[in-house]
């Protein structure tokens, strides 16, 4: 987009800034203020350059409420005071209903009313109250709250806000007025901030209120207007003019000068309505856009407020009624090794059961290790468990002042608690696992998938359902009791008829007659996927050097570094996994030896190309077999093919076969190349 030219006189361009700033002002009531922009950011930003090359060319025409003036200005080296003309009170606390109920009746007496008192309800934003004074409806000072009655100019700071109105919108305001309101970051605007932070390697915020309050510290305001910050309006404090009668009444005129008021603020009739709005409101706080710590209830009535008046710290006409904590303190009982379905053992905090959030909570994840030694949590120890929406209650925090004297750190077991196999983290891993993946029970569902799923064992109908239930009724505990199903106990489960029990005592029968690769990877060992086991077979050729082999000789297969031998070595050294694979054995479980070498092989260093439709067997296998006996497959075809296999409906592969005179075989050849007697399938 190309700058427009600079207006041709002084004249021309005081009235052009004039038109701008209120078009940019526009915008940006609509996109702050009420979450709905008018026009794409390109179009604003030209309009915002315009008018900042009009500032820099006829500085005299700069206004002190123009945009251009929200980008911060050069930092200061303290911040000076501000005295607020009224002081800036806090709230009193109602922790329970009864709080609330006393309350409501305080107001009555004093008030000598029989009927219903009509309240404002209104949700406490977690962030810092701020006090803006307007003069002549211009933004001329903004202070914190500070101990009431003075606090810290943050003038700069407040500018760079948008939701702030620099010109109060309308014709008829006070000539003197104190807006109040929180400053927040909104969550998603939390989230987005710390996304950035970590892509710049800056220290993360903790909350959106640390944020908000390191934001508004800022003695560079050009780093404020950086920070995604929201200005929620919930009040005045001195005003030159009377503002009607009724709070609600305040609240929307502050909307009509352009502030933003809370959408969820409603006018109550009576104590219950108030309860009813804050039970709401609890219910609701997750997905609410910022953070809140309570429901602010404030008499409507402006007359009735000023005959109430005020405590020494707080007005008699409002109430802060807590949220439940998200936090609480409680005693670590024991911390417990938990076993999950892939093998990794996670620390879990077992609790002295306490109430966090409303939610009776007992346990807390402590994730791994290097969580665990961080924040150095201890059996016995005094800790603050945190719940935040519906995740898992966290432990935020040990107190080390009541930790007992005889306190040791947790060590992680070298067996599992589960099956008693050996508990092995691997180098530059953080999860401990246990490496009875064959036969630890908490293991056992995924285990047994694992083993069946098609490219291992391949064993057809035996999906989720069907592994859940025998697994749970104990009729399989490891891979290798599939082998000794019955008929009868199959058909007897949930979701089978007596065919699919059929089809699956056939699929377990074919299944026996397996590749060493897909054995390999059907045990599941971590770390070994289809190409390792893959390189394993081929490096080997057969099981039983494999399970005698040291580290040193397994990273001699390529592909194998020191880390995945480790996991190999380990796994196989497990007393309880070579039972298993006994077992397997026993059962029948087989597979063609590996040729040593490709090139000692049968079909060593022959290369083939497959295409059209084999009979008897997938191009999976068919490739699987050839490469088993030291062949290559490959996609194209070439000089350096030996030999195109053409099944029924072969396209252009063998026609370019014959125009460089490959040699090609049909099914029946390959067959006869392979060994003969290919299993009908
Ligand atoms: O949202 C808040 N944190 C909040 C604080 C809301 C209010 O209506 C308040 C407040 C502090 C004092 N009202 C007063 C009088």
């Known amino acids: 987009m190309t700058d427009p030219a600079l207006p041709a006189t002084r004249d021309q361009a005081s009235r052009r800034a004039e038109a701008l700033r209120k078009d940019i002002d526009h915008h940006n009531y609509r996109y702050y203020v009420h979450d709905d922009p008018a026009i794409s950011d390109a179009e604003y930003d030209s309009l915002m350059r315009e ?10 025409l700069l206004t002190r409420d123009s945009p251009t003036q929200r980008v911060g200005a050069a930092p200061a080296s303290q911040f000076s005071q501000v005295r607020h003309a009224l002081p800036m009170l806090s709230l009193d606390n109602a922790f329970e209903e009864q709080d609330l109920l006393d309350f409501d009746r305080r107001i009555r007496e ?3 009313l029989n009927g219903d008192v009509d309240y404002v309800g209104e949700p406490k934003l977690d962030g810092l109250s701020v006090s803006l004074r307007y003069e002549d409806g211009v933004l001329v000072e903004a202070g914190t709250r500070g101990d009431g009655r003075v606090g810290e100019d943050i003038t700069a700071n407040m500018r760079t806000v948008r939701s702030v109105p620099l010109r109060l919108r309308g014709e008829r305001v006070p000539r003197r007025l104190d807006v109040r309101g929180e400053v927040v970051i909104r969550k998603q605007d939390f989230e987005h901030l710390n996304r950035q932070r970590l892509g710049a390697d800056q220290k993360l915020f903790a909350n959106p209120r640390n944020a908000a309050a390191g934001s508004l510290r800022q003695l560079d305001s050009r780093e404020t207007a950086r920070r995604p910050l929201t200005f929620f309006t919930f009040g005045v404090g001195e005003s030159s003019e009377p503002l009607g009668n009724s709070h609600a009444g305040v609240l929307d005129l502050l909307a009509e000068w352009g502030f933003r008021v809370n959408a969820e603020i409603g006018r109550l009739s009576g104590v219950e309505a108030c ?12 997905s609410l856009d910022y953070e809140i710590d309570g429901v602010v209830f404030k008499v409507d009535d402006l007359e009735a407020r000023e005959a109430l008046g005020f405590t020494s710290r707080a007005p008699r006409w409002a109430i802060a009624y807590k949220l439940p904590a998200r936090e609480a303190t409680t005693r670590v009982r024991a911390i417990l090794p938990s076993v999950g379905r892939t093998g990794v053992i996670t620390p879990v905090a077992d609790l002295h059961p306490v109430e966090v959030g409303g939610v009776i909570v007992s346990r807390a994840t402590l994730h791994n290790m290097d969580e665990l030694r961080r924040k150095d949590v201890r059996p016995g120890d005094q800790v603050m468990v945190r719940r935040a929406g519906d995740v898992i209650p966290e432990i935020t925090g040990v107190n080390l002042e009541l930790r007992p004297e005889d306190s040791v750190p947790w060590e992680m077991p070298t067996t599992c608690p589960v099956c008693g196999s050996e508990v092995l983290r691997l180098e530059d891993e953080v999860d401990y696992r246990c490496q009875g993946g064959l036969v630890c029970s908490a293991q056992r569902i995924g285990a047994v998938l694992h083993f069946a799923s098609r490219r291992a064992l391949d064993i057809d109908g035996l ?35 007596d065919k699919s029990a059929d089809n699956l005592i056939a699929a377990l029968k074919q299944a026996r007659e397996t590749t060493l690769p897909r054995f390999l990877y059907g045990l599941g060992i971590q770390h070994v996927g289809e190409v390792t086991a893959q390189r394993l077979a081929e490096h080997f050729g057969d099981l039983d ?9 397994l990273v001699q297969v390529p592909d194998v570094g020191p880390v995945v031998a480790q996991s190999i070595a380990h796994f196989f050294a497990e007393p309880h996994n070579r039972d298993v694979i006994q077992a397997l054995r026993d059962a029948g479980v087989r597979w063609p030896v590996v040729q040593g070498r490709r090139d000692e092989a049968p079909l060593g260093g022959k290369s083939f190309v497959l295409t059209g439709t084999l009979e008897t067997m997938t191009r999976d296998e068919a490739k699987e077999r050839i490469e088993g006996l030291g062949g290559k497959v ?8 030996d030999y195109v296999v053409a099944g029924e409906s072969a396209g252009s592969k063998l026609d370019k076969a014959r125009s460089l005179e490959v040699p090609v075989l049909d099914e029946q050849a390959l067959i006869e190349m392979l060994g003969g007697q290919e299993s009908a399938s």
């Open 545 to 553: 050097p494999i399970l005698r082999a040291s580290e040193d000789e």
């Open 275 to 286: 309860l009813a709005y804050y039970r709401e409101l609890v219910e609701r706080r997750d």
């Open 51 to 60: 008018l900042q090359a009009i500032e820099a060319h006829w500085p005299d």
């Open 634 to 641: 490959t996609g194209s075809v070439s000089r350096k093919t």
């Open 110 to 112: 004093r008030l000598a």
């Open 463 to 497: 999906g989720e359902k069907i592994v859940e239930q025998l697994v749970e009724r104990e009729l399989v505990k490891t891979p290798a009791d599939l082998f000794s199903l019955e008929h009868p106990t199959v058909a007897g489960l949930d979701r089978m008829g």
